[in-house]
């Protein structure tokens, strides 16, 4: 079973602050994922990356970064957090391939205050 | 342009009843399309997916090509099927990443 693992379920921040989320997982997946989770807007993705140190921005990469130095983690950056970055984010894995599914951590709520 | 629309925000049924969850897609080209759920405190977890015609926890879609659309349905809903649903689709337009719906929140009433 792939176990997808994101390092905190919750965490508090303060504006301006440098913010790392991390994410591991288990079933050599060359495809991860970071998304944002937000009430009536479901899932939007941040960015994704296919490969070690490569990277492909999704579609609100603003104000974020990311780093895949080895293939099972893949960390997410706000690189200096501001109030509206206040939600859930959400980490997948997903093998090469058509119609293959992403596996997801269990999410980090993360507060910027 | 590529899309899923889940028009729902918001479904509340009795226990008992059917369900149906509305998906429709704008795509060109040929689209894998998934359902995803979340439960209450647990994980967004892969609930079935077209190709594989299989019925999961009593839940069917069928891929609708003329109408664009990929309902799930379940004629009997239970409890335990509170939850909040996605409808999503990937294909070689989007590079297999997945396009997802905005989600649709399932109540189910005792």
């Known amino acids: 079973d792939v176990k997808v693992t994101q390092s905190s379920r919750y965490l508090v921040k303060r504006t301006g602050e440098k913010v790392f989320l991390e994410c591991v997982q288990d079933?050599?997946?060359?495809?991860m994922f970071w998304y944002r989770q937000d009430p009536g807007l479901g899932l939007r993705l941040i960015y994704f990356?296919?490969?070690?140190?490569?990277?492909e921005k999704g579609d609100i990469p603003e104000g974020y970064s990311v780093s895949r130095e080895k293939k099972e983690r893949f960390s997410l950056i706000l690189e200096s957090a501001s109030t509206n970055q206040t939600s859930m984010y959400l980490c997948?894995?997903?093998?090469?391939?058509?119609?293959?599914?992403?596996?997801f951590g269990d999410g980090t709520r993360l507060s910027i205050l | 342009a590529q899309r899923v629309t889940q028009p729902e925000k918001l479904l509340s049924v009795f226990k008992g009843a059917p369900v149906e969850l509305k998906c429709n897609y704008s795509?060109?080209?040929?689209?894998?399309l998934f359902w995803y759920v979340q439960y209450s405190r647990q994980r967004l977890q892969l609930l079935l997916r077209?190709?594989?015609?299989?019925s999961i926890k009593g839940f069917t879609a069928d891929l609708n090509k003329g109408e664009t659309s990929f309902h799930l349905k379940k004629p009997f809903a239970q409890e335990e099927d509170s939850a909040m649903y996605y409808c999503?689709?990937?294909?070689?337009?989007?590079?297999?990443?997945?396009?997802w719906g905005a989600g649709t929140k399932l109540i189910i009433k005792p």
């Open positions: 077209h190709i594989s015609r299989e």
């Open positions: 990356s296919y490969d070690v140190k490569m990277k």
């Open positions: 999503a689709l990937s294909g070689a337009n989007s590079n297999y990443q997945l396009i």
């Open positions: 997948a894995s997903m093998s090469v391939g058509s119609n293959q599914p992403q596996h």
């Open positions: 795509y060109s080209g040929s689209p894998e």
């Open positions: 079933m050599d997946h060359e495809n």
